[in-house]
């Protein structure tokens, strides 16, 4: 392998790369020949670095500084300051919220010095594209020991002393699932990874497949050999071009390298891959779903039992895993399961990985161990609520997740006091929300999509999903009467109660949780026909402050209905009747003059 | 044989009986609405709803498609399986007022309030048609389409389909669509009319004149009461 002075390690994860970091590999790049260091320095494309607020971002090792936000015009100066006069720059580095200091490595900054990496110990080093430097860094290592040293029993054995729960959500011992499958006699036997990513506002699965899809590779040929399959699928969304182009690379890369397809490493194990595009169903990634879905039927959930461990994808036995369980493998079997045991807490172990998203200030992708606290995630690692807000709740666990609120920071994260607290594990996503929220149309929106994302099978789930929805819109629409609390308890109830699968048996939460920690909201908006947070724009009108008003026109010129009036210096004042409710002056004016009241024109029946 | 708990009853249930056809098979009635002997069991409507486990781990599963298993423990009236049962009556009047299937079923159970705004759909999704057209006609000129409220059944891009021959077998089986409630208030999303009920023939001929057998069960006595 040919040695370099320093690499230049750039992210092209989804995120960085729709900020331009592609673009920045290729001035990088351009830059370094045109100062004659390519012989020197190596600019590589590795995957998403979890750190998306700041995206794009470049990497420089070995001296391990990050710089961030990084635009085009930057770089000709940083090839210059940094790679030839050794200076990094401190202009481009990270600064935390209210410091003044930059950070000027990666190790130092908060973000990532709480962080645990296991399944994304590869991001942001690596090049995903090149097979060679995931085997660098011990790839396929475990693969081979599970082909050449292993028997299924002490695979099986392994996974389940590690006590891996699948990280799909639901939390199922990844090994007595093994086991189950392993014990079928019937063949052939199927392998299913589940990569039909679609919280709102999840996107760990697709920075997995994007950044290390070897691993996933790697774990699925040793799940393979642990139940004797001979054919996997890797189900991934449509809307991931840039993981299924990965995976694609990473399964022909494999194949050349005899590390997939017929006679794996001389061992005579055979075992393929074959890639499977969703078309863009949220339901899909219920696991009996999406074995619909592989078979080309419509994408609908059935009872269990049968388990797809007895009677899966074409009635064959089948184990269907989550991106992360397959990325987990290969770490247990190379580290041993007590490793992976001396991680989390007493029923759950290992790591998890969280897409930390909504109001904070580090959005991104992060890995902690089991048990940490909402509280060292969201202000630790996440940096806490931008512009000082308050905090008011996170939601976890996707759409059917529930909010949690700011009394509960202090929760250990692991699957039972999440279930416990009304929320769940989920996929992992995280929304953080400031006093600026509404709970309500929080609410509201979760119902929305889940009404729009229900299959519509189950009569309880459709039209459950539907009618809570109509009920909670009512509601922001100041159409709430008193009994609809007591009747949304109900049909929220029975939704979870009657439904046949996870997205109904679920769907309940958003209703059940936010009325469990936030019912005053409801009841303001249901009794007073008041937003508390000033969200729901039948309930308000937006006024301007006289005594914070200094006329300085910013509103007027973000207003798009011409509904503000007043010249320079003078006070401004909004015309109601053209007033949309759009909040564009609120968000333009830097004086916080324009505020959103209860409007006194609704009338309380 | 396999055998369980039902209701603190011991059943026997033969290999690849359901946890219906079990209780059918013993007398125990179970209300259904989207299943049908000859077709195979679709799950959808949730009235079939029982309680299986003990303690507090019970969840409840449609028993239409939940299979025998050795040892299981149900119970196909709890207070759960009932508020349930009526939850999905209630929502699926909402959908289809006309249903007599329906409107029956809400007197049976004690149903006497709908609160959701009426759709008037006349079909509650239940699928019958559509496995009816496939499984018995062997013509799948139906099928389901889109999801969530957008969810109907209709034939390939709502074209008159080749496939279809007219037979009718759709319409015959369908809960909603061809039954119509004749009670005194059709029109609204409730009926309740079988609980007031009072036979007009009985004032005509001092004996009920059912055709359909029990009383009440054809629907063209049943009269406000005063």
Same mark, same amino acid.
């Given at each position: 392998? !040919?040695?370099?002075?320093?690499?230049?390690?750039?992210?092209?994860?989804?995120?960085?790369?729709?900020?331009?970091?592609?673009?920045?590999?290729?001035?990088?790049?351009?830059?370094?020949? +045109?100062? !004659?260091?390519?012989?020197?320095?190596?600019?590589?494309?590795?995957?998403?670095?979890?750190?998306? $607020?700041?995206?794009?971002?470049?990497?420089?090792?070995?001296?391990?500084?990050?710089?961030?936000?990084?635009?085009? *015009?930057?770089?000709?100066?940083?090839?210059?300051?940094?790679?030839?006069?050794?200076?990094?720059?401190?202009?481009?580095?990270?600064?935390?919220?209210?410091?003044?200091?930059?950070?000027?490595?990666?190790?130092?900054?908060?973000?990532?010095?709480?962080?645990?990496?296991?399944?994304?110990?590869?991001?942001?080093?690596?090049?995903? *594209?090149?097979?060679? *430097?995931?085997?660098?860094?011990?790839?396929?290592?475990?693969?081979?020991?599970?082909?050449?040293?292993?028997?299924?029993?002490?695979?099986?054995?392994?996974?389940?002393?590690?006590?891996?729960?699948?990280?799909?959500?639901?939390?199922?011992?990844?090994?007595?699932?093994?086991?189950?499958?392993?014990?079928?006699?019937?063949?052939?036997?199927?392998?299913?990874?589940?990569?039909?990513?679609?919280?709102?506002?999840?996107?760990?699965?697709?920075?997995?497949? $994007?950044?290390?899809?070897?691993?996933?590779? *790697?774990?699925?040929?040793?799940?393979?050999?642990?139940?004797?399959?001979?054919?996997?699928?890797?189900?991934?969304?449509? /809307?991931?071009?840039?993981?299924?182009?990965?995976?694609?690379?990473?399964?022909?890369?494999?194949?050349?390298?005899?590390?997939?397809?017929?006679?794996?490493?001389?061992?005579?194990?055979?075992?393929?891959?074959?890639?499977?595009?969703?078309?863009?169903?949220?339901?899909?990634? $219920?696991?009996?779903?999406?074995?619909?879905?592989?078979?080309?039927?419509?994408?609908?959930?059935?009872?269990?039992?049968?388990?797809?461990?007895?009677?899966?994808?074409?009635?064959?036995?089948?184990?269907?895993?989550?991106?992360?369980?397959?990325?987990?493998?290969?770490?247990?079997?190379?580290?041993?399961?007590?490793?992976?045991?001396?991680?989390?807490?007493?029923?759950?172990?290992?790591?998890?990985?969280?897409?930390?998203?909504?109001?904070?200030?580090?959005?991104?992708?992060? /890995?902690?161990?089991?048990?940490?606290?909402?509280?060292?995630?969201?202000?630790?690692?996440?940096?806490?609520?931008?512009?000082?807000?308050?905090?008011?709740a996170?939601q976890?666990?996707?759409?059917s997740g529930g909010c949690l609120p700011? +009394?509960?920071?202090?929760?250990?994260?692991?699957?039972?006091?999440?279930?416990?607290a009304g929320a769940?594990?989920?996929?992992?996503?995280?929304?953080?929300?400031?006093?600026?929220?509404c709970m309500v149309d929080i609410a509201k929106?979760f119902l929305?999509?889940?009404?729009?994302?229900?299959?519509?099978?189950?009569?309880?789930?459709?039209?459950?999903?539907?009618?809570m929805w109509?009920i909670v819109?009512?509601i922001t629409?100041?159409?709430g009467?008193e009994s609809d609390i007591a009747l949304l308890e109900e049909l929220a109830q029975v939704c979870k109660?009657?439904?046949?699968?996870?997205?109904?048996?679920t769907a309940g939460n958003p209703i059940l949780s936010t009325l469990q920690y936030f019912r005053h909201e409801f009841e303001a908006h249901i009794l007073? !026909?008041?937003?508390?947070?000033?969200?729901?724009?039948?309930?308000?009108?937006?006024?301007?402050?006289?005594?914070?008003?200094?006329?300085?026109?910013?509103?007027?010129?973000?207003?798009?209905?011409?509904?503000?009036?007043?010249?320079?210096? /003078?006070?401004?004042?909004?015309?109601?009747? +053209?007033?949309?409710?759009?909040?564009?002056?609120? /968000?333009?004016?830097?004086?916080?003059?324009?505020?959103?009241?209860?409007?006194?024109?609704?009338?309380?029946? | #044989?396999?055998?369980?708990? #039902?209701?603190?009853? @011991?059943?026997?249930?033969?290999?690849?009986?359901?946890?219906? @056809?079990?209780? =059918?098979?013993?007398?125990?009635?179970?209300?259904?609405?989207?299943?049908?002997?000859?077709?195979?069991?679709?799950?959808?409507?949730?009235?079939?709803?029982? @309680?299986?486990?003990?303690?507090?781990?019970?969840?409840?599963?449609?028993?239409?498609?939940?299979?025998?298993?050795?040892?299981?423990?149900?119970?196909?009236?709890?207070?759960?399986?009932?508020?349930?049962?009526?939850?999905?009556?209630?929502?699926?009047?909402?959908?289809?007022?006309?249903? =007599?299937?329906?409107?029956?079923?809400?007197?049976?159970?004690?149903?006497?309030?709908?609160?959701?705004?009426?759709?008037?759909?006349?079909?509650?999704?239940?699928?019958?048609?559509?496995?009816?057209?496939?499984?018995?006609?062997?013509? =799948?000129?139906?099928?389901?389409?889109?999801?969530?409220?957008?969810?109907?059944?209709?034939?390939?891009?709502?074209?008159?389909?080749? @496939?279809?021959?007219?037979?009718?077998?759709?319409?015959?089986?369908?809960?909603?669509?061809?039954?119509?409630?004749?009670?005194?208030?059709?029109?609204?999303?409730?009926?309740?009319?079988?609980?007031?009920?009072?036979?007009?023939?009985?004032?005509?001929?001092?004996?009920?004149?059912?055709? #359909?057998?029990?009383?009440?069960?054809?629907?063209?006595?049943?009269?406000?009461?005063?």
């Open positions: 392998m !040919k040695q370099y002075r320093a690499h230049l390690l750039v992210c092209a994860g989804t995120g960085c790369v729709s900020c331009g970091s592609f673009k920045i590999k290729e001035a990088l790049e351009k830059e370094i020949k +045109k100062r !004659k260091l390519q012989d020197e320095i190596q600019v590589v494309a590795t995957g998403c670095n979890g750190f998306c $607020e700041r995206g794009p971002i470049v990497l420089v090792q070995p001296d391990g500084i990050f710089y961030q936000l990084l635009k085009v *015009e930057d770089v000709p100066h940083l090839v210059e300051e940094h790679l030839l006069k050794g200076r990094p720059i401190k202009k481009l580095m990270y600064v935390p919220p209210a410091e003044k200091q930059p950070v000027p490595k990666m190790k130092d900054i908060e973000f990532f010095k709480h962080q645990r990496l296991i399944v994304l110990r590869n991001r942001g080093r690596i090049d995903p *594209e090149k097979i060679e *430097e995931y085997i660098a860094f011990d790839g396929y290592e475990a693969m081979g020991k599970a082909l050449t040293e292993m028997t299924p029993e002490t695979i099986i054995a392994e996974i389940s002393a590690s006590g891996l729960r699948g990280r799909g959500g639901a939390g199922f011992p990844t090994g007595r699932k093994w086991a189950a499958c392993a014990k079928e006699k019937r063949t052939p036997k199927y392998l299913i990874c589940n990569g039909d990513e679609g919280d709102p506002g999840a996107f760990m699965d697709r920075s997995v497949l $994007e950044a290390d899809p070897h691993a996933i590779l *790697e774990g699925m040929v040793i799940g393979a050999k642990a139940i004797g399959a001979v054919k996997g699928f890797v189900y991934i969304r449509h /809307e991931y071009p840039l993981a299924l182009k990965r995976v694609e690379i990473a399964i022909a890369q494999a194949r050349d390298n005899g590390l997939l397809g017929e006679d794996i490493l001389g061992t005579g194990f055979n075992f393929d891959l074959e890639i499977v595009e969703g078309a863009g169903a949220f339901v899909s990634g $219920e696991e009996t779903a999406l074995i619909a879905s592989v078979e080309g039927k419509i994408a609908m959930p059935r009872q269990r039992p049968p388990f797809p461990a007895q009677k899966g994808l074409w009635g064959l036995p089948t184990v269907i895993n989550n991106v992360e369980t397959w990325a987990t493998v290969p770490n247990i079997i190379r580290r041993g399961a007590d490793w992976f045991q001396g991680l989390g807490t007493e029923s759950s172990k290992g790591t998890k990985i969280f897409s930390l998203v909504g109001k904070i200030n580090n959005t991104g992708l992060v /890995e902690v161990p089991m048990g940490i606290s909402l509280r060292d995630v969201v202000f630790g690692i996440g940096g806490g609520i931008p512009k000082g807000r308050e905090f008011k996170v976890i666990g996707g759409p700011a +009394k509960l920071l202090d929760l250990p994260i692991d699957y039972e006091s999440l279930t416990a769940m594990m989920g996929s992992g996503g995280m929304i953080v929300m400031d006093d600026k929220t929106y929305n999509f889940l009404q729009d994302e229900s299959c519509g099978k189950c009569v309880s789930c459709r039209e459950g999903t539907q009618r109509e819109r009512d629409e100041g159409k009467k109660d009657a439904s046949l699968c996870g997205l109904g048996q007073d !026909k008041r937003c508390p947070a000033g969200v729901c724009t039948k309930l308000i009108r937006y006024v301007v402050l006289s005594e914070k008003c200094t006329g300085c026109l910013s509103c007027k010129r973000a207003c798009p209905t011409e509904a503000i009036t007043g010249s320079l210096k /003078e006070v401004h004042s909004i015309i109601q009747t +053209k007033c949309i409710k759009c909040g564009a002056c609120q /968000e333009a004016c830097r004086f916080e003059a324009i505020e959103s009241q209860r409007d006194e024109a609704i009338q309380i029946i | #044989m396999i055998t369980f708990r #039902m209701n603190g009853l @011991e059943v026997k249930a033969e290999e690849g009986w359901s946890v219906l @056809e079990t209780a =059918k098979f013993y007398g125990l009635e179970i209300p259904t609405l989207c299943f049908n002997e000859g077709l195979t069991p679709h799950g959808g409507c949730r009235l079939c709803l029982v @309680e299986i486990g003990e303690g507090l781990r019970t969840k409840l599963v449609s028993s239409c498609t939940y299979p025998a298993e050795e040892g299981l423990i149900v119970r196909t009236d709890s207070n759960r399986v009932w508020a349930a049962r009526r939850m999905m009556i209630e929502l699926m009047l909402a959908m289809a007022p006309g249903s =007599k299937v329906l409107q029956d079923m809400a007197s049976r159970f004690g149903v006497t309030q709908v609160r959701f705004a009426s759709r008037n759909k006349e079909c509650v999704l239940c699928g019958l048609c559509v496995r009816m057209c496939a499984e018995q006609m062997d013509a =799948k000129a139906i099928g389901f389409q889109k999801r969530g409220l957008n969810r109907k059944i209709s034939t390939p891009f709502d074209m008159r389909s080749e @496939e279809c021959r007219l037979c009718g077998a759709c319409m015959y089986i369908c809960p909603a669509c061809q039954l119509r409630c004749q009670g005194p208030n059709a029109e609204t999303a409730l009926c309740n009319g079988c609980l007031t009920m009072d036979p007009s023939c009985l004032d005509h001929y001092d004996d009920l004149q059912c055709w #359909m057998y029990d009383a009440g069960r054809c629907g063209t006595c049943v009269r406000e009461k005063t």
